[in-house]
């Protein structure tokens, strides 16, 4: 029930995103998809002990991955199916949650969160650009054997 839990809720988010961002309605189902994808992965690899921050670089590449699928199969721009997939990840909570207490006065706490969020953010990065690269490595290859 856990697991189908975070499915609805994080398709329903990434889908709303969607809407928020302005994409094709055609495209909704397939970002919520995407963001529900990410979202599992990153759960999954938590809940088996993982470190959030390698959870969520694992989670963003796979979200890469598909979006470029999708991007590719349904002719869209592929920052469509990114940003709605990634909106799940975002450690929105934990930087509020280092900027409160940096106001009450508990640095310690606010930089581990701080630090912590920033790591995240890191992570959701070099997941994408890693994703990318490997892609444009593949297409080289391609390319070159065909020639």
């Known amino acids: ?43 999954l690899f938590t809940m088996n002990g993982a470190d959030a921050v390698n959870a969520t670089l694992v989670a963003s590449f796979v979200i890469a991955v598909a979006s470029q699928v999708f991007a590719k199969l349904y002719r869209t721009p592929i920052i469509i199916f990114i940003v709605a997939g990634i909106i799940p990840l975002v450690p929105g909570g934990m930087a509020y949650d280092a900027m409160r207490n940096f106001v009450e006065n508990d640095y310690n706490i606010a930089l581990a969160l701080a630090a912590k969020a920033f790591l995240i953010s890191g992570a959701i990065a070099m997941g994408i650009v890693f994703s ?16």
Request: charged content about 10%; glycine content about 6%.
């Open 1 to 43: 029930m856990y697991i189908l839990q975070h499915l609805l809720f994080s398709f329903l988010a990434a889908a709303a995103f969607g809407i928020i961002f302005n994409a094709p309605k055609t495209s909704l189902i397939q970002s919520g998809f995407v963001g529900m994808l990410g979202w599992i992965i990153y759960i």
């Open 132 to 147: 990318e690269v490997i892609n444009q490595l593949i297409r080289k290859t391609a390319i070159i054997r065909k020639s």
